[in-house]
């Protein structure tokens, strides 16, 4: 791989670390700086990215477990199966595992029936160590082996529970689901009274496609709540946009109730970026020419990453590839992919006054 792609992918991985820190500790995780990110995270889909990402931390990724032990009843499994199949992440050996080390904390049907899907989809799978040092190499495991992990065709030592992860802080906007649903319980209707309280007037197929629930899910969700005569909403059907009052709800849930919370969908930029770091250290691409990796790249953001880019709200932030000929798209894509970086690991972004536009 030339140095370009190289220096690229070593920073897409220093980004990516450095943000999953980040937002872990914004949740409760112990050992990073206290952050004011000013949007709401995804436990979900932040959980199924991390197990792809973390492969390179092995420290965030037990303090990850050590934060799920703390806090896994306010995890919905149901919908984080349905985002890792409507997405196609490719973390189940991994998340597997997890949800198999969760049975021995909280014997609960929900993360036993999570760990026989996993396990089922991966099947009899190679065994692979699963952690990397920082040159890419596997890192080694002499010792005793972790046996859960094992199971999932995964190498690596015992996980130790440090017990250091707090429970999440509330007031925050970065816990605004986990808050929501330690207040009304783990369901959709924290997701869908999330964006009503988040948007000024919004579809139910527009919170369907953001929240990952079926659109009869949400229609039932918002009948129900019109009958608390707080959802406002025109009596024909046609065309029909919802409108929820937010006050005082956003004064109950957070310290400061006039800031901007940005809405970003995760699991589509999740996605996006797993296929990006496939991609790079995929051993194909990295023997193309020059000329082949910006055909690669090109196919790449057209066929599948533009429009995860679209849904998450960022779309804005890359090029077309159809202006760019030959190899120069090449730094087209990488300079458009840092600002996607950017956008979400630049901590001077936090607090926006209400409306101000997400960069």
């Not at 670390?17 to 500790?25: A, G, V």
């Not at 608390?228 to 024909?236: I, K, N, R, Y």
């Not at 970003?264 to 496939?278: D, H, M, Q, T």
């Amino acid at each position: 791989m030339e140095k370009r792609l190289q220096d690229f992918k070593d920073s897409c991985m220093e980004l990516f670390l450095q943000f999953l820190w980040r937002q872990w500790s914004a949740l409760g995780v112990a050992g990073y700086a206290e952050t004011q990110d000013a949007w709401v995270v995804d436990p979900e889909a932040l959980l199924i990215f991390s197990c792809t990402v973390c492969r390179h931390d092995q420290r965030l990724f037990d303090e990850i477990i050590d934060w799920l032990s703390a806090n896994e009843r306010f995890i919905n499994i149901q919908r984080l199966r349905t985002i890792m199949k409507k997405e196609n992440f490719q973390s189940d050996a991994e998340l597997g595992a997890i949800a198999e080390y969760m049975t021995l904390k909280n014997p609960t049907p929900k993360w036993k029936r999570l760990s026989e899907v996993c396990k089922k989809k991966i099947g009899d799978s190679s065994p692979q160590n699963l952690f990397f040092m920082k040159s890419g190499n596997p890192l080694p495991v002499p010792g005793v082996k972790d046996e859960i992990f094992e199971k999932y065709g995964l190498i690596r030592n015992p996980v130790q529970n440090r017990s250091l992860s707090k429970p999440f802080p509330p007031k925050a906007p970065v816990t605004l689901l986990l808050q929501l649903r330690a207040l009304i319980g783990v369901c959709a209707r924290c997701e869908v009274l999330l964006y009503l309280l988040l948007h000024d007037r919004v579809t139910i197929q527009e919170i369907a496609g953001q929240t990952y629930y079926s659109w009869r899910s949400v229609q039932d969700i918002l009948f129900e709540m019109g009958h608390s005569g707080l959802l406002t909403f025109p009596e024909a059907k046609r065309g029909r946009t919802y409108r929820f009052s937010e006050e005082p709800w956003l004064h109950i849930l957070l310290k400061n109730p006039d800031i901007k919370i940005n809405w970003i969908c995760w699991p589509p930029l999740f996605r996006a970026l797993e296929l990006i770091w496939n991609k790079l250290k995929d051993p194909v691409f990295v023997d193309l020419s020059a000329l082949g990796q910006a055909t690669e790249l090109r196919t790449l953001m057209t066929g599948q990453i533009a429009s995860k880019l679209e849904r998450a709200g960022i779309g804005s932030l890359v090029q077309s590839p159809k202006i760019y000929e030959g190899e120069e798209y090449i730094d087209v894509f990488l300079s458009n992919i840092k600002k996607v970086l950017n956008s979400i690991t630049t901590e001077s972004q936090a607090i926006k006054k209400p409306g101000s536009a997400m960069p």
